[in-house]
């Protein structure tokens, strides 16, 4: 109970009595860093909401312009990054760092694979004029097209964000599962990023629809 | 109980309780504060540069007062009186009361309180500090520099049209939100996996309870604050069309943005107050508290409700007669666990011994002041009256009363109370007595008068005013004064406490919680060895039963 004197394990931090104590406060703190997340991106959604119920007509309109192909292909990508991450938790709860490194770096690929998909995405978007607010320069969409490519822009910039975030996280522990840093007794970073990725992947399987596919 | 340690001597004490390690101030150098990982440096971090910030606000408050000392604009122009309140209120609501009593006395306090060593991740409290002061230098750069006279709610459509820098006044808020989500994380883990062995929820300190009910509404309040803030400066910087109406968007649709936000603030500024004003009212009057689980509870209630309450706000604005009425239901429903906790506190002063010393000076004067608050809140809180009252000095007076005659209180008592503990020293009775009889009559003098202002038409925000107002405006100039002197008062005599003070004892008011029971001031980890708890916080009579022989 005193915690103190016994052999303490250099990845348990000073305050803590036990390695479990220790993976509780992570867990529960990453859950609800994930629940600020979710607040946060829940004010976006409300926005769409309200400009949706705005100009239905324009959003109609508007949201043919946006590939999906490309989104299905992004959404597929995502989905399997979640997949090998999961996989890369499992694998640190299995003390095989070789089987780790490696499927972070697959999930660090997929990732990158999004980003580019996006990024093509994005300046065909640019080419067409299709741009947020005052600097949307197409014609031939009636109503206020500008608005649904604002939301569309600040909806999908913002998961970017979290998902270029998410590759430097990522990053961070394929390093240290390089060094051999987790395996069956510690592996709490890895699942917390895990839970991370997983957030930033369920973000876009709401984006998607909303954006792409709701007529 | 033979497991209990010397950590939990019996109060009294006058010599320091036998404890191991160095007091947490040992370690010299500006280093081993700005990159200490110890809550209880950090929280006195926190404290200097809160009321590094609460004095320069102030000092604008008394600017503008000094202006409204006569009807015409004679010390500043209209801009610069823009610019002056919209930083009163910027620098007093963000870099003051939000993270005034949780990130200075939470800090300090709660891990004491459960027993634990440290909160549950210190690196992310220290990143909470950097944050903060990260975030002050942008807010205060850009209204200093460029120019801000939007007030502290950066309404639309003004806001996305004024030259003033709104883009980095809203950045710098934004970056602030960094620090208060990260410090709710780290309350709410603490409180649900540091706590000592035998500290059951229901033997927290209420402060504790309070606290935590805090980061609740932090963390689920200011994500949506940062949302909000990000897409006004979108729409200012690209004109995407959500919250400007020249380009299609709803100006209503961001207050409610806003104030989903920035109600529940409100009890973030406010629930921690009654936090600390639990433990001075039972701890001062040597009496166990009165329905201690309905005053835990009914926070948690509050902190709830807040949520649900934001269009109050906004009964002006154009939102729907319903809505309108059921957030004017919803807001009276909040006085009802308040009342709770007023209830409570003064039914545990019933036949309590009461010590009339300068914290409990500061508790019985927050339930008189807070009352006067808290009720003002409910002529505001009826559609029929706020039509009137919006936007005048009314709701000015009744804000007031609240964040300051409350939220400033309860953190002045608070700081008293704790005083001793956290540095060693006693601060002068005579003198906190003599600063409290200024505080309280300046603040009546100001704000009451305000009350009387704002029902006679006076609205908020005007650099000049006709004639027949000059009586009260002057009345609550002079007020602002005396409240202004007492505050200073209050500044030297505890810094003078700092270097002249006596010596403080473990437990100078023989409190049973667990941050009377270390050494005063506490060693780096807290407890030399782990408390083990075995009643609750207010069992006074417990600790004289352990006094005996």
Do not use: C
């Amino acid at each position: 109970m005193t915690g103190d004197v016994t052999t303490r394990a250099s990845h348990l931090e000073h305050h803590f009595h036990d390695a479990e104590q220790q993976r509780g406060a992570a867990k529960l703190g990453m859950w609800i860093f994930l629940a600020t997340e979710i607040l946060f991106f829940g004010g976006l959604f409300l926005a769409y909401g309200a400009m949706r119920f705005f100009y239905p007509g324009t959003f109609r309109a508007a949201h043919a312009f946006l590939s999906v192909p490309m989104g299905g292909l992004n959404t597929a990508v995502l989905i399997t990054s979640s997949l090998t991450m999961a996989l890369a938790v499992r694998a640190a709860q299995l003390s095989n760092t070789r089987h780790l490194v490696r499927l972070l770096l697959v999930t660090l690929l997929l990732a990158g694979v999004f980003l580019v998909v996006k990024y093509i995405e994005y300046s065909h978007k640019f080419h067409l004029g299709l741009l947020p607010g005052r600097f949307f320069t197409a014609r031939g969409i009636a109503g206020m097209p500008h608005v649904f490519f604002g939301v569309y822009f600040v909806m999908t910039g913002l998961h970017g964000v979290h998902v270029i975030a998410g590759m430097i996280i990522i990053t961070w522990i394929l390093l240290r599962a390089r060094q051999g840093r987790y395996h069956a007794a510690y592996y709490t970073p890895v699942e917390n990023v895990g839970l991370y990725w997983h957030l930033v992947d369920l973000i876009w399987i709401f984006l998607f629809p909303l954006l792409y596919l709701v007529k | 109980m033979s497991t209990r340690t010397d950590a939990l001597a019996p109060p009294h004490l006058e010599a320091p309780a036998p404890t191991e390690g160095e007091s947490y101030l040992a370690a010299k150098g500006v280093m081993s504060w700005a990159f200490s990982r110890d809550h209880k440096r950090i929280g006195i971090m926190y404290l200097v540069a809160i009321l590094f910030f609460f004095m320069v606000g102030g000092i604008l408050a008394l600017l503008i007062r000094m202006e409204l000392l006569t009807p015409t604009g004679d010390l500043f122009s209209s801009d610069t009186y823009n610019k002056m309140f919209t930083l009163h209120g910027a620098i007093m609501i963000f870099l003051f009361i939000i993270p005034s009593i949780p990130a200075a006395l939470g800090n300090f306090f709660l891990p004491l309180m459960l027993g634990a060593k440290d909160v549950a991740f210190p690196r992310m409290n220290l990143a909470s500090f950097h944050i903060y002061v990260a975030g002050a230098l942008v807010l205060l750069y850009s209204i200093v520099a460029g120019t801000m006279d939007t007030g502290w709610t950066f309404y639309t459509p003004y806001s996305t049209q004024t030259k003033a820098a709104v883009v980095s006044a809203t950045f710098g808020v934004f970056i602030l939100g960094f620090s208060s989500v990260f410090t709710g994380i780290n309350f709410i883990v603490t409180v649900h996996r540091m706590r000592a062995p035998g500290m059951t929820w229901n033997r927290m300190p209420l402060f504790v309870w309070a606290t935590y009910a805090t980061a609740v509404i932090q963390v689920l309040a200011t994500p949506v604050l940062a949302i909000t803030l990000l897409l006004l400066i979108v729409e200012r910087t690209l004109g995407i069309g959500i919250f400007d109406p020249a380009m299609g968007g709803d100006p209503v649709l961001y207050q409610h943005f806003f104030w989903f936000y920035s109600h529940p603030a409100v009890y973030i500024m406010i629930l921690p107050a009654f936090g600390i004003i639990s433990e001075l009212i039972t701890i001062h009057s040597r009496k166990h508290i009165f329905g201690y689980k309905a005053i835990a509870l009914s926070s948690v209630a509050i902190a709830i409700i807040s949520f649900l309450v934001w269009g109050h706000h906004m009964f002006v604005s154009g939102q729907s007669e319903l809505a309108a009425m059921i957030f004017s239901f919803l807001t009276f429903a909040v006085a009802v666990p308040t009342a709770i906790k007023v209830f409570s506190w003064v039914a545990t002063l019933y036949k309590g011994s009461i010590a009339f010393n300068t914290p409990m000076l500061y508790g019985l004067g927050f339930i008189f002041l807070f009352t006067i608050g808290g009720l003002t809140g409910i002529f505001l809180g009826t559609l029929s009256v706020d039509v009137h009252l919006h936007d005048t000095y009314f709701v000015v007076a009744h804000f007031h009363y609240v964040m300051m005659g409350g939220t400033v209180i309860a953190f002045i008592g608070g700081l008293h109370h704790w005083w001793p503990k956290m540095t060693g020293r006693m601060f002068s009775e005579r003198w906190g007595k003599i600063a409290f009889v200024l505080v309280f009559i300046g603040f009546n003098l100001t704000f009451f008068s305000q009350f009387i202002l704002g029902t006679r038409g006076m609205p908020r925000r005007y650099h000049e005013y006709l004639p027949r107002f000059t009586l009260w405006h002057v009345l609550s100039s002079i007020g602002s004064q005396i409240l202004g002197i007492g505050l200073f008062i209050i500044l030297f005599y505890l810094l003078y406490s700092l270097f002249r003070g006596a010596r403080a004892p473990v437990n100078p008011w023989g409190g049973v919680s667990l941050e009377w029971h270390t050494a005063t001031p506490p060693i780096t980890h807290n407890f030399a060895e782990q408390p083990v708890v075995t009643h609750g916080p207010y069992d006074f009579d417990e600790i004289q039963r352990e006094e005996a022989p």
